[in-house]
């Protein structure tokens, strides 16, 4: 198991934390999503490693900012 880690900021509440869940799991090759609105961090679990880009862009499509830890 990988683990790659990014910071995510203007993210407030569960719904939040919600929305970047559901965007980042259909990148593919991610397996796990612990994300976090208090302390603003996405870990993101794959067996291989994951395209952080995709990773990115799918915290984006959620309307949030992300960049790798």
Do not use: N, P, W
């Not at 934390?17 to 397996?31: F, I, T």
């Not at 609105?37 to 949030?64: C, M, N």
């Amino acid at each position: 198991m990988t683990t790659t880690e990014f910071q995510v900021t203007g993210m407030t509440c569960g719904h939040c934390e919600m929305s970047v869940r559901k965007e980042v799991q259909q990148v593919a090759g991610v397996e796990g999503v612990d994300v976090s609105a208090q302390t603003g961090k996405l870990i993101v679990t794959s067996a291989a490693s994951v395209d952080a880009a995709a990773v990115i862009a799918a915290v984006d499509e959620a309307g949030y900012r992300a960049v790798a830890a």
